[in-house]
T-cell receptor, first 114, second 115 residues
Framework: AQSVTQPDIHITVSEGASLELRCNYS??????LFWYVQSPGQGLQLLLK??????LVQGIKGFEAEFKRSQSSFNLRKPSVHWSDAAEYFC????????????FGTGTKLQVIP | DVKVTQSSRYLVKRTGEKVFLECVQD?????MFWYRQDPGLGLRLIYF???????EKGDIPEGYSVSREKKERFSLILESASTNQTSMYLC??????????????FGDGTRLSIL
């Protein structure tokens, strides 16, 4: 069975600084990988996804993520954080061969300070 | 844009009550999901459905049941609510594609309190 680890529960960055959120997965085959963002009081919104091909994936709101098979990682990055990026971020892995079942990480809460 | 609508944002019920959480999607998606979200635990899948009248147990189905009589509607039922079911409940939908390769679209959640 697949699993996802987000080792950082909470991260604080200054506005304008760069950001990297870590995600490690465990799955025996090529995974489908996702990053979602959840603003307070709302549901999850897809930031980006990786299925195959180019290992550097561009998403919405200026985010990108890089799939590294050798490290079983799919870290999310942003070169310059804005105050509106404060939210909780979830990494997820999809299970090939199943009916859309995905496993979510426990989330990383991002705080942005002026 | 896909719209997933959950009938209540906040709900307060008493232990032992039968509770219904409703979810409707407007994009003709085949797959629908119910998750609960708890601090430090992320999202945990309760049930999902890939077709009308079809359902599959997720990781934590105990104490819950579901109903999918129409394609656009997926209901979560707490047969006899208990305090440990106090949580945020999220509904999601996605189009049919085997293999987990379609992103899910989420509703805004129902924060359920069981007293």
């Amino acid at each position: 069975a697949q699993s996802v680890t987000q080792p950082d529960i909470h991260i604080t960055v200054s506005e304008g600084a760069s950001l990297e959120l870590r995600c490690n997965y465990s799955y025996g085959a090529t995974p489908y990988l996702f990053w979602y963002v959840q603003s307070p009081g709302q549901g999850l919104q897809l930031l980006l996804k990786y299925f195959s091909g180019d290992t550097l994936v561009q998403g919405i709101k200026g985010f990108e993520a890089e799939f590294k098979r050798s490290q079983s990682s799919f870290n999310l990055r942003k070169p310059s954080v804005h105050w509106s990026d404060a939210a909780e971020y979830f990494c997820a892995v999809g299970a090939p061969g199943g009916y859309q079942k995905v496993t979510f990480g426990t989330g990383t809460k991002l705080q942005v300070i002026p | 844009d896909v719209k997933v609508t959950q009938s209540s944002r906040y709900l307060v019920k008493r232990t032992g009550e039968k509770v219904f959480l409703e979810c409707v999607q407007d994009m003709d998606h085949e797959n629908m999901f119910w998750y609960r979200q708890d601090p430090g635990l992320g999202l945990r899948l309760i049930y999902f459905s890939y077709d009308v009248k079809m359902k599959e147990k997720g990781d934590i189905p105990e104490g819950y049941s579901v109903s999918r009589e129409k394609k656009e509607r997926f209901s979560l039922i707490l047969e006899s609510a208990s305090t440990n079911q106090t949580s945020m409940y999220l509904c999601a939908s996605s189009p049919l594609a085997k293999g987990g390769n379609q992103p899910q679209h989420f509703g805004d959640g129902t924060r359920l309190s069981i007293l």
